[in-house]
């Protein structure tokens, strides 16, 4: 476990990715694409979404971008395929890493209302006495706590809206 500004210090010290390793990649994408994902029709119809011409203009960009908005950018193109079996692998340091809060936040209903509730908390993670088990939350940094899990969910790669929110509520 490490705080964030040890794991930034961490990332600032990770060996450069080349604009020509960043070339490989997306050609490798376009490749996996092209001739090996026999879902690619499929996921384009249902989510209108064309990976191959994102791909296209992410390589017109190459040489603008951060190494992390390089791999963000590749995050959200695999993401967008909408099937957890076919994404894109971060590298060191980022491999394997996640970040997380110490609780964990469930959704139930009353009386057919959602809401939602801090069901379990890290004792040696939390240092909020407010932040325990059994609060109800409303909202997330200022926004519906509904609309924030939704907001999240979309950044999932869940295919379909009950896969979504339970990647989105992790």
């Given at each position: 476990?490490?705080?964030?500004?040890?794991?930034?210090?961490?990332?600032?010290?990770?060996p450069?990715?080349?604009?020509?390793?960043?070339?490989?990649?997306?050609?490798?994408?376009?490749?996996?694409?092209t001739?090996?994902?026999?879902?690619?029709?499929?996921?384009?119809?249902?989510?209108?979404?064309?990976?191959?011409?994102?791909?296209?203009?992410?390589?017109?960009?190459?040489?603008?971008?951060?190494?992390?908005?390089?791999?963000?950018?590749?995050?959200?193109?695999?993401?967008?395929?909408?099937?957890?079996?076919?994404?894109?692998?971060?590298?060191?340091?980022?491999?394997?890493?996640?970040?997380?809060?110490?609780i964990?936040?469930?959704?139930?209903?009353?009386?057919?209302?959602?809401?939602?509730?801090?069901?379990?908390?890290?004792?040696?993670?939390?240092?909020?006495?407010?932040?325990?088990?059994?609060?109800?939350?409303?909202?997330?940094?200022?926004?519906?706590?509904?609309?924030?899990?939704?907001?999240?969910?979309?950044?999932?790669?869940?295919?379909?809206?009950?896969?979504?929110?339970?990647?989105?509520?992790?």
């Open positions: 476990i490490r705080s964030v500004q040890s794991f930034r210090e961490l990332a600032d010290q990770a450069a990715l080349t604009p020509a390793k960043r070339l490989l990649l997306i050609e490798q994408a376009q490749i996996l694409l001739e090996i994902y026999t879902h690619k029709p499929l996921k384009q119809s249902m989510h209108a979404v064309d990976q191959l011409q994102q791909l296209r203009l992410l390589k017109q960009r190459i040489s603008s971008l951060t190494v992390l908005e390089f791999h963000q950018a590749l995050l959200e193109i695999f993401k967008s395929l909408r099937d957890l079996h076919t994404s894109y692998m971060l590298p060191e340091p980022f491999a394997g890493r996640i970040a997380f809060l110490g964990l936040v469930e959704r139930y209903f009353d009386q057919g209302v959602s809401k939602w509730m801090v069901s379990k908390v890290a004792e040696h993670l939390v240092t909020s006495s407010t932040l325990k088990q059994g609060v109800t939350i409303t909202h997330w940094n200022g926004m519906p706590i509904e609309m924030a899990v939704w907001r999240n969910a979309d950044k999932e790669a869940g295919s379909n809206p009950s896969a979504q929110l339970a990647r989105g509520l992790e």
